[in-house]
């Protein structure tokens, strides 16, 4: 490793983010290193764990500590939950229950056309609607393109039978 891999996986390893083989290879790697390349990795490890200027000196609110803790917990129940459903494998698949068709929920159960929140309704009718035009545009436009070479095949005959006459044609 060299020095700037040294400095990134001593910020890693203060953070517990090394797996144990890439623990083992930079503790391996910094005790294999010359002296003032360790000092070196040691100060800018000093340097960049100083946050003073980075942290604010409020004290946060006691909400926010709730927050946070509560997003934590929703993190971890998520995590477990995938990993039970991961473990589950082919019985996560087995139907938990049907609806019957006279049932108020077979109404309720149909997927449905979902209207998001962020798209407002005159952009969607904006963009239907040039959609629309662009369709009759582009059949206008055949249209065009065909009576034209009508028209130049017309002329072409016509020319034609001028200058040579009937008789050929």
């Given at each position: 490793?060299?020095?700037?891999?040294?400095?990134?996986?001593?910020?890693l390893?203060?953070?517990?983010?090394?797996?144990?083989?890439?623990?083992?290879?930079?503790?391996?790697?910094?005790d294999?290193?010359?002296?003032?390349?360790?000092?070196?990795?040691?100060?800018?490890?000093?340097?960049?764990?100083?946050?003073?200027?980075?942290i604010p000196?409020?004290?946060?609110?006691?909400?926010?500590?709730?927050?946070?803790?509560?997003?934590?917990?929703?993190?971890?129940r998520?995590?477990?939950?995938?990993?039970?459903?991961?473990?589950?494998?082919?019985?996560?698949?087995?139907?938990?229950?049907r609806?019957?068709?006279?049932?108020?929920?077979?109404?309720?159960?149909?997927?449905?056309?979902s209207?998001?929140?962020?798209?407002?309704?005159?952009?969607?009718?904006?963009?239907?609607?040039?959609?629309?035009a662009?369709?009759?545009?582009?059949?206008?436009?055949i249209?065009?393109?065909?009576?034209?070479?009508?028209?130049?095949?017309?002329?072409?005959?016509?020319?034609?039978?001028?200058?040579?006459?009937?008789?050929?044609?």
């Open positions: 490793m060299n020095t700037h891999e040294l400095i990134e996986y001593t910020m390893h203060a953070l517990g983010l090394l797996e144990d083989d890439e623990r083992a290879a930079y503790e391996a790697a910094f294999a290193a010359p002296a003032p390349v360790q000092l070196r990795v040691r100060e800018e490890a000093r340097r960049m764990a100083d946050l003073g200027d980075l000196g409020v004290e946060p609110v006691n909400e926010l500590r709730d927050v946070v803790v509560a997003a934590v917990r929703a993190a971890i998520e995590d477990e939950n995938e990993s039970r459903i991961a473990q589950q494998g082919a019985a996560a698949s087995s139907v938990i229950g609806i019957d068709a006279n049932t108020p929920a077979r109404a309720t159960s149909q997927p449905k056309l209207t998001s929140p962020r798209v407002h309704r005159v952009w969607r009718v904006a963009a239907v609607g040039f959609a629309a662009s369709i009759a545009m582009g059949v206008v436009m249209n065009i393109q065909q009576t034209m070479q009508k028209a130049q095949s017309s002329a072409l005959v016509n020319n034609l039978y001028d200058q040579i006459g009937a008789k050929y044609l």
